[in-house]
């Protein structure tokens, strides 16, 4: 029986070829599109889900009262201390420093010692790192590899990297020196993580080493108001322990080490292990995180593309369902029973999806290359051989098949011999109920493109707004360099050596060594105490360091005082007009001179400057201030102004000669360089991303709706081929008859914009109320969506009904 419906299936495809090639090019896209999505989404909400206990392991994260932006993923590094010593509910705490860029030297007797430039993945953790985290130990003790000061353990694929693919367990007891100036040695190596997971580290150092060496002098170790996301703190909850419970606890340690109003400027908040990954208000530590709303979105998109390639198989099946009524007619009076005749026809659906299917295996490699950049690395061709994507495949052709196949296969097993082998024509008494519908699955068709269309334009026309926004200061022609950062102090001052060689090359026009540029990714924030004469208030700033050369070279308009100079270190702030009226100052005259109290020491405030943004237009502008530091970790960027260019490559030689002066004085380090207006455009990648994305989803929505128009199109010139050649001959023109085939066909266009423009309005203002400052959803945009697809439309409708409005009408009198 399955082979006989086999044939039948395979003779209906190649009576009706341009049909199945509709039928199967939509669903083949639909799929495709849903087996990479099903891969990202999968992969992205897989994040460390495989740690034992992994619902009770939380992340401590701080949230501060004065801004959105103001959230932190690390703590206070005392918060740690007290979280083991007051903290009740908890089974274990660990904490670990998160490093960047370290070089490492590896010795060997008797060779050269081994150099690795800018390593990256390496932590200052405690002993209870490893009894928190379940890692597979290949040598060595997770009791004591990490309890005394300078002891490194090493994953395995580190270990390989550093000493050979020979057996690990020798790699134990050799030394590591980091940064030329801390010694190590490696008491124990464990296997890297296979799943996916956002600890990426590769060498984890004793804590107690950076405690020796004073590493975490350079932020305030006793200060609870000095919060860096290089420092972590995770905790594992005992069974049946409310985070609830550990929060208030945590709130009232805050109340008891500081100050009233310094206690209510922020609070701590637990963060599950598995929301860290998808969670972008925090930071991780991949910096490749998941973007929660993008997923939804890439879902939304494969079931847009799977509903149009069902909407296509179900309309041109029904519209085809006169041209096999006389097969239906013999078959039931053969005997065919009707249960027979679905079963048939979900078999032809089954078999059309299988092709489907597989061909969009075959496309699949083509997508994934096309999105490299969004699509995550641990994705490619061979993930399609899991098992759990197999049975995805499995379930997706089983629901697309009987979603497409249901309802067709229910409208031919009625009918009824009798009448059908009678006369043929007569099987349409439902006519008018299967040609409603018919238009109203077409409407929703082209109410989705639509609507993708429209979501389309209007995250391009914000991304633009926000990159091209007046910002408060200078962003072309300027480039920063970053100096790595050393343990080691007295090289720390090499800095200056480069300031020095950069001032020298004339085709730079400033330069000033300070620290992060106006807007930056990176925040620091410190806890600012205010009087007004009645009472305190505590408010937390960014802080940002810089003198005068730096405003000069970014261009930031002064409201009221002075720049900042060098005199100034730890004696004056320059702030920004919104912290100003945060203090009560309307007028930014009035805030000169008055202070505020910074670190327990008065500091007045010598100027205004007029706001702008630090970060994306996601956020408010928020209360900022500059300071003047010696404090050699604050001072490690480079802000450089490039000359007007005349047409050469001035700005090419400008580079290649600080790239040089980079590499005297840092030989071992890569010349890195970033331009200012750049570092701004990719605050906005991933709306960038959203947009490639929406772009394609656009074009094959429309590509899809399009040909099941033309389907639906030839199928209905086919069956007026008489009417139409009645016209000809009783004197109608082309035009006339072409407007006749047409005019139904727009109506649905239209109709479908008129569905689509207040659904997509609703969404896309729901989806700018995310950005602090966003751009007006415009009346044109909908103009360009509505004009352009009926063009489209009307192109598709061309090409069938110009073609049967000219045919010669006494060719189509004889038509049967």
């Not at 206070?76 to 490093?99: D, H, M, Q, R, W």
């Not at 309890?147 to 134990?172: C, H, M, W």
């Not at 292990?273 to 929660?292: G, M, P, V």
């Not at 109290?597 to 010598?606: C, E, G, L, R, S």
Request: charge should be positive; glycine fraction near 6%.
């Amino acid at each position: 029986m399955i082979k006989n419906y086999l044939k039948i299936a395979l003779r209906n495809f190649s009576r009706n070829k341009v049909f199945a090639f509709i039928n199967i090019s939509g669903l083949a896209i639909g799929i495709s599109a849903a087996l990479v999505i099903y891969l990202i989404v999968q992969y992205e909400f897989s994040y460390d889900t495989f740690h034992k206990d992994g619902d009770r392991i939380y992340r401590v994260v701080t949230n501060f009262k004065s801004g959105e932006f103001n959230k932190n993923s690390g703590v206070p590094i005392p918060v740690a201390g007290v979280v083991n010593s007051e903290i009740t509910g908890l089974e274990t705490a660990t904490k670990f420093y998160n490093t960047y860029n370290t070089k490492v030297t590896i010795l060997s007797a008797g060779a050269q010692p081994a150099v690795y430039k800018k390593q990256t993945g390496i932590v200052f953790a405690d002993d209870k790192y490893f009894k928190l985290f379940d890692y597979e130990w290949i040598v060595g003790s997770r009791q004591m590899a990490l309890s005394t000061p300078n002891q490194v353990v090493l994953t395995e694929s580190r270990a390989k990297t550093y000493f050979g693919d020979a057996d690990i367990s020798k790699a134990i007891g050799r030394e590591i020196i980091y940064d030329d100036s801390i010694t190590t040695v490696v008491s124990g190596v464990v296997k890297d993580f296979s799943k996916p997971s956002d600890f990426t580290f590769k060498e984890f150092i004793s804590f107690a080493t950076a405690s020796r060496h004073s590493l975490l002098g350079n932020y305030i170790a006793d200060n609870w108001n000095s919060v860096s996301s290089s420092f972590q703190l995770f905790v594992k909850l005992k069974p049946g322990t409310a985070t609830r419970q550990v929060e208030m606890q945590l709130a009232s340690a805050r109340k008891k080490y500081l100050s009233a109003e310094e206690a209510g400027s922020s609070k701590y908040l637990l963060q599950n292990l598995t929301d860290i990954h998808s969670n972008t208000d925090y930071d991780s530590f991949d910096q490749r995180q998941a973007h929660k709303p993008t997923l939804y979105g890439l879902l939304a998109v494969a079931f847009f593309l799977l509903a149009l390639g069902c909407i296509n198989f179900i309309n041109l099946t029904t519209a085809q369902a006169s041209q096999r009524a006389k097969e239906i007619g013999i078959r039931k009076t053969m005997g065919g029973s009707k249960k027979q005749l679905i079963i048939q026809f979900l078999s032809e659906t089954f078999f059309l999806t299988s092709v489907a299917t597989l061909i969009s295996l075959a496309i699949t490699p083509l997508i994934l290359k096309i999105f490299s950049d969004f699509i995550p690395a641990g994705i490619s061709i061979n993930s399609v051989a899991q098992t759990h994507v197999v049975v995805f495949l499995i379930a997706l052709v089983c629901v697309v098949s009987f979603f497409s196949g249901f309802y067709p296969a229910l409208v031919l097993a009625k009918f009824q011999p009798a009448t059908v082998l009678k006369n043929q024509s007569t099987i349409s008494a439902n006519k008018t109920r299967k040609l409603w519908l018919r238009k109203s699955l077409t409407v929703t068709q082209f109410v989705i493109a639509q609507f993708l269309i429209i979501a389309t334009l209007v995250i391009s026309k914000q991304i633009y707004f926000s990159i091209n926004k007046e910002s408060g200061y200078k962003k072309d022609a300027i480039i920063t360099i970053t100096t790595p950062f050393s343990f080691d102090k007295t090289k720390d001052k090499d800095k200056y050596l480069l300031l020095d060689k950069l001032n020298r090359i004339p085709e730079l026009d400033k330069v000033v060594l300070a620290g992060m540029p106006p807007a930056s990714q990176g925040t620091m924030t410190t806890t600012i105490k205010s009087n007004n004469g009645k009472n305190e208030s505590a408010t937390e700033v960014e802080m940002k360091y810089a003198d005068g050369p730096y405003f000069d070279i970014y261009k930031m308009k002064l409201l009221a005082g002075r720049y900042l100079q060098k005199s100034d270190s730890g004696t004056a702030l320059l702030i920004n007009y919104t912290y100003a009226k945060s203090l009560g100052f309307t007028n930014p005259q009035d805030a000169l001179g008055k202070s505020v109290t910074k670190d327990n020491k008065p500091v007045p405030i010598a100027g205004v400057l007029a706001d702008f943004n630090t970060k994306s237009t996601h956020i408010a502008i928020k209360p900022l201030a500059y300071a003047v530091t010696n404090r050699e970790s604050q001072l490690r960027t480079f802000h450089i102004a490039l000359k007007p260019r005349t047409g050469g490559d001035e700005w090419n030689r400008a580079i290649a000669k600080a790239a040089v002066a980079f590499k005297t004085v840092y030989p071992d380090e890569e010349f890195k360089y970033e331009f200012f207006d750049e570092s701004i455009a990719a605050f906005y990648k991933s709306e960038q991303d959203i947009s490639r994305l929406l772009k394609w989803a656009s074009g094959l929505t429309i590509f899809i709706s399009c040909l099941g128009l033309l389907g639906i199109v030839i199928y209905t010139t086919n069956q007026r081929t008489k009417e139409i050649g009645v016209r000809k001959v009783l004197g109608a023109s082309i035009g006339q008859i072409v407007s006749l085939l047409s005019r139904d066909f727009m109506w649905l266009v239209l109709i479908a914009f008129a569905i689509a423009a207040p659904i997509a309005w609703l969404t896309m203002h729901s989806w700018l109320n995310d950005f602090a400052y966003r751009t007006a959803i415009s009346w044109w945009l909908f103009a360009i969506t509505g004009t352009g697809m009926l063009l489209i439309a009307l192109l598709i409708l061309s090409i069938r009904t110009i073609r049967s409005a000219t045919e010669n009408p006494v060719k189509s009198l004889r038509t049967e």
